[in-house]
């Protein structure tokens, strides 16, 4: 169990930190004040409510991942992704092969003694059956996000890791060499096989245990084709980084952004649905795929909740959007699928 909790934070790792303008000596922070609304006030209530619509916070069926299809999915130029449901996505860009966040492991809660099971099953046998991977690409150390299992069953396909500030230290615990692992502070840019890679700002928290929260560094990403370019927004309430990054970057062909795991206790580290869709508009990103949904419970909403309100405000908006099923091999031209409704 201790392994699951990762890398312990070294002094080294400290000084590393001191380059970064958001540690202020002893945890990262945010450009704006950002807090969860949790007391002994809030407390209460937060029981109560969590004992209502418990049936309909997760599907009553098993989720089915199509399979991968690597004829779908081979090198041809295009810019193409596969869905995994929460936050794990393949994506293909100038022929690289991007795994983001690839957390298929069966539980977000492995050490806590409530679990939280994926609403997928054999979802880590997906890791066997993809492709090389050029590069792993993690936005933070949340469990949901990055996990034990699945690093150490993606070991054998992936020899390069470009990570967060501090992020490092987990995957040298579970024996990945330090040289494979790149780190990255906010606005950094490096360029990686020719393709142009920037770790954005969100406005989120890290941590794996009890005393490493907001000990490194959490965000988003820019990836940066010969033609076309991508943005991942990350975990994160809704800010002003949005526009900034759309300023600076956009527009974008494609963009994962946030939707799903919110409640009005932790708004400003969730955004809701409706501002997910305002974040894909300020970043400027032409066809939009919700993620962070689809594979957890982690509040207390709907399961389909998140989703069914970013549709509803996207078509007000006229903002394009993609929702493919799980494991589907998808376009920026593909049809877009309600494929929820067919689910309780």
């Known amino acids: 169990m201790l392994k699951q909790f990762g890398g312990q934070l070294k002094k080294e790792d400290k000084l590393s930190f001191a380059r970064s303008e958001r540690w202020n000596g002893k945890v990262f922070e945010n450009y704006s004040k950002t807090t969860m609304d ?5 407390l209460p209530g937060l029981i ?3 004992f209502k619509g418990r049936k309909h916070r997760g599907p009553k069926q098993n989720l089915p991942i ?9 090198k041809d130029d295009e810019l193409k992704f596969v869905w995994y449901g929460h936050s794990a996505v393949l994506l293909q860009i100038d022929n690289k092969n991007l795994l983001i966040d690839p957390m298929l492991g069966p539980d977000a809660s492995p050490i806590g003694p409530v679990r939280t099971k994926r609403y997928s099953e054999g ?3 997906v890791i066997d059956s993809l492709p090389k991977i050029d590069a792993v690409l993690l936005t933070h150390d949340h469990y949901d996000h990055l996990d034990l299992k ?3 069953k993606l070991k054998p396909k992936v020899d390069t890791w470009l990570v967060g500030l501090g992020i490092g230290r987990h995957l040298i615990k579970w024996g990945i060499p330090k040289e494979q692992i790149t780190e990255f502070d906010w606005w950094e840019e490096k360029s990686f096989k020719d393709l142009g890679l920037v770790f954005t700002p969100s406005r989120h928290f890290s941590g794996r245990g009890l005393t490493d929260r907001a000990k490194s560094l959490w965000g988003g990403w820019v990836i940066q084709g010969k033609a076309e370019k991508v943005y991942w927004s990350g975990d994160g309430g809704y800010d002003t980084h949005f526009k900034k990054i759309g300023e600076r970057f956009g527009p974008f062909n494609l963009g994962f952004i946030e939707c799903g795991q919110y409640h009005k206790l932790w708004h400003e580290i969730h955004m809701y649905p409706e501002e997910s869709v305002q974040a894909a508009i300020d970043s400027k990103v032409e066809k939009t795929v919700p993620v962070h949904w689809g594979g957890f419970t982690l509040a207390l909403h709907n399961w389909k909740e998140s989703i069914d309100r970013f ?3 996207a078509e007000k908006e006229k903002v394009l959007f993609l929702t493919p099923n799980l494991g589907e091999v998808a376009h920026s031209n593909s049809d877009t699928k ?3 409704k067919d689910f309780d």
């Open 38 to 42: 949790m007391s002994l006030k809030t």
């Open 48 to 50: 109560q409510e969590n």
């Open 66 to 74: 199509t399979p991968f299809n690597s004829d779908l999915f081979k």
């Open 123 to 125: 979802s880590l046998d």
């Open 150 to 152: 699945s690093i150490e």
């Open 311 to 313: 549709v509803a405000k």
């Open 338 to 340: 309600l494929w929820w």
